[in-house]
């Protein structure tokens, strides 16, 4: 008579993640990073955006879609793959209960499965990743996490000592032409009061004193504590220049000259 069983030979063991790969990819990563700060600190491309929004909120979005994406693709790494298991496991079975029809068709009649089984199929012993595994993957998310807001906030560093170094070159600039012409630079003498207190709030913000638009010329200098009464006389002129109905006077140009060139000995003083 013809014996029919179901062999219970194991199978080779599912291959998980590599610890390695994952490694690798981490280490290319942070390259990366480093590779993209390099560079900003050569050049930023951002400079020639003209977008309204900050340019912080476009690297942020950016970062939150690359955290996005690699939490996708860790998910993908820890999804369990019992039914692909099943499904090889299956067709081996069918295909051992075939070579035992054929190579023991005289024996006795054996158990039909594996009393350990009811189903007669290998099941995997660790379908999914745990432990250790999950403790690996959450560490390499918290670094990848960690390098994201240290390059944000290192791009940030950058960009503003970039635009206070673009500042301090505009303003020595000018003060190269006013050194070398002198009030004739300026065509009448309420231009020549407005751009010199211009230019002093520019060498003020190139030296990291607070500047808003928003701000009036005195809440502006209520922040000012670099040479401050003499910032608080310079801006006097500024105002009535600006604003008072009164003929501004090359002798008003005068006092504002003489004012700056004292704010000067004390920026350069501060430097």
Known sequence: MMQ??????PLPPERGFSYWGIAIVL???????????????????????KYEMRIGSILGNAILIIGAVGFLALAMLMKPKTNMMASNQTSNATANATANLTANATSPIGPLINPGNASGLKTSGNPTVAGLDVVFLALIVLSIVFFAVFAIRYYRVL??????????????????KLDEIGLELFKDPREAV??????????????GIPYQESWTHWEHAEHVR??????????????????????VTWEDAKTALELYSKMRGGVNAAQ
Request: net charge positive; no cysteine; charged share 30%.
């Open 226 to 247: 670099l040479m401050h009464e003499t910032f608080v006389a310079l801006t006097r002129l500024f105002e009535k220049a600006e604003y008072a109905p009164e003929k």
């Open 27 to 49: 280490a290319a990563a942070v390259g990366l990073v480093v590779i993209i700060l390099v560079f900003l600190g050569w050049a930023d491309p951002f400079d020639k955006l």
């Open 194 to 207: 407005v751009g010199i207190y211009k230019n002093a709030v520019l060498w003020l913000e190139a030296l």
């Open 4 to 9: 029919y069983g179901i062999s219970d030979k």
């Open 159 to 176: 960009a503003l000592r970039r635009k206070r170094k673009q500042m301090m070159e505009t303003a020595r600039e000018f003060d190269r």
